[in-house]
């Protein structure tokens, strides 16, 4: 093998064409230690890369895709495939990865004395719940450092948890309730939580737990709540038992959350399938002003969100219509009953 000094000299007297063939340089390693496989967790494109030892040499790929990792001799670029292809390239290595996002967050950020917090923009605020996670989510938004998830293959696969993402205002609500009314033996909603007066006609449990503002607030300094959040001086939140005890029952549970939220439920325990609900990526208009304005802010958050946090979802759907959004779904669901899937690794290590 020669050194990189010598492949410098070779190929600055070579005149024509020089083609390279990338082998994996790690044959003296045990077959098994070699197959190690990582999700992409964002979009990679050699040609645009100043930084590749050689362009031709490196290896394309998508946010989603899964890459079997031969080669981790180096530091800063790893020998890698795409499942279900012999070709191999060059793919930057996690800490080069990161190291680049850092540069970039600490260029942009320059001059503003601190890192921006990166939150979907709320509207009509008045008529929304305010919505926290009972966990701390700096770690979760800093940076947006994603590289890479390691992952396995599970040959047959159950999901316990059904979780809707989008921007406000795109329907997962309806959709939810949907799936609900539809499948009540199959899909459940959790009963949240609240600290307001309880009603003459209603009944504990149904529609609402009743708990006093100190009891939930005990409850949320020990982190039992998924979400939380205040609207009109009384708190709301969904409880990690309420999902608990539905998965207990053998009923799927359609959760409705923001962001953060994932990162308490992105577990084995909870084991969710993250369905993104995007908005169309335009609207007729309508001639309403009003109208017209909401709907592209929609379009926007929705872009916004997508473009964050698409890492994590496991199926986007556009809603077009509640109906055939719900029809996509059930569809989408079933064939993916019993299926293999890649699941992160540290779910079971």
Known sequence: MCSVERLQQILRDASGDVTFKIVPGCQNEDRASKEVYFKCLYDYDPRADDMIPCQQAGLSFQCG?????????????WQARKVGTKNVGLVPSTELQEQRIRKMVIERNKGEGAITCLWPKKTNKKSKV?????RLNTAFDRLNLVTYE????????????IVLIGAHGVGRRHIKNSLVSRFPEK???????????QSPNEKHGELWFF????RMLKDIGSHQYLEYGKHDGHLYGTKLSSVQDLIKNDRTPVLDIETPALKILRCKEFFPYIIFVSSPISYPESGDPKMDASLQRLIADSTDLKNRYQH???????NETID???????DHLEELAGSSAWIPASWYY
Do not use: G
């Open 187 to 197: 899909y459940a909603s959790p009963v949240p939580h609240t600290s307001r007066r």
């Open 65 to 77: 895709d899964v890459l079997e990792v031969v080669c981790k001799a180096d530091m800063h670029w």
């Open 211 to 214: 708990e006093t503002e100190d």
């Open 324 to 330: 055939e959004t719900v029809e996509k779904i059930v």
């Open 150 to 161: 390691e992952v396995i293959q599970q040959k047959k696969t159950y999901h316990k948890t």
């Open 130 to 134: 305010n919505r926290y996670t009972a």
């Open 312 to 318: 994590f979802f496991d199926y986007t759907v556009i």
